[in-house]
């Protein structure tokens, strides 16, 4: 039996138990382990279609790849295969039920560079992207992605901050 991952507010307090979670709410996850951070990567996969852009932030050393590697499964892609991309900058694996695209930008610094890798044809050739160190990527690319920010809580224990962009063909509520 599969431990799930611990989740702060694990129902939103207008939800009642039972009620189907928001998929595009803001979430806190804590994991205890590395299996518990690829979990929630597979999980996260269940949910796409292609298209999708997933900016994973956080430290060297807190679960981006782990992460990556449990997208990459939900997706159907073996998990083994999954690296860093840290010197090749760009993964590519297909085999599951869509590509997905696994992109290191740690050794960038700049838009130039970024530009370079050929990130828009990336970002059109309908797969899922990760990208890991995604704060680098600059704003114009962030098209509706989910932001996956990493933090260290200590004894190997990480918070993780699930945030939704909201989409564009949503209706803006609140203040302008």
């Not at 797969?127 to 160190?133: A, L």
Request: hydrophobic content about 30%; proline content about 9%.
């Amino acid at each position: 039996m599969t431990k799930r991952p611990k989740t702060e507010n694990p129902e939103p307090p207008e939800t009642t138990p039972g009620t189907p979670r928001d998929p595009d709410a803001p979430r806190t996850v804590f994991s205890l382990s590395e299996h518990e951070t690829e979990e929630l990567g597979r999980s996260c996969a269940r949910r796409l279609k292609g298209g999708e852009l997933l900016l994973l932030e956080g430290d060297l050393g807190l679960g981006k790849t782990v992460f990556a590697r449990g997208v990459a499964a939900g997706l159907g892609v073996a998990p083994e295969d999954v690296t860093s991309p840290s010197f090749t900058l760009v993964q590519e694996y297909r085999g599951g039920r869509v590509p997905m695209f696994h992109v290191d930008l740690y050794r960038l610094e700049t838009t130039e560079e970024i530009d370079s890798i050929g990130f828009e044809e990336i970002l059109s050739a309908g797969g899922v992207i990760v990208v890991e160190w995604g704060e680098r990527l600059p704003t114009r690319l962030r098209r509706d992605a989910l932001v996956v920010r990493f933090h260290d809580v200590g004894e190997g224990s990480r918070r993780i901050e699930l945030l939704p962009r909201p989409r564009r063909d949503r209706p803006r509520t609140g203040d302008a």
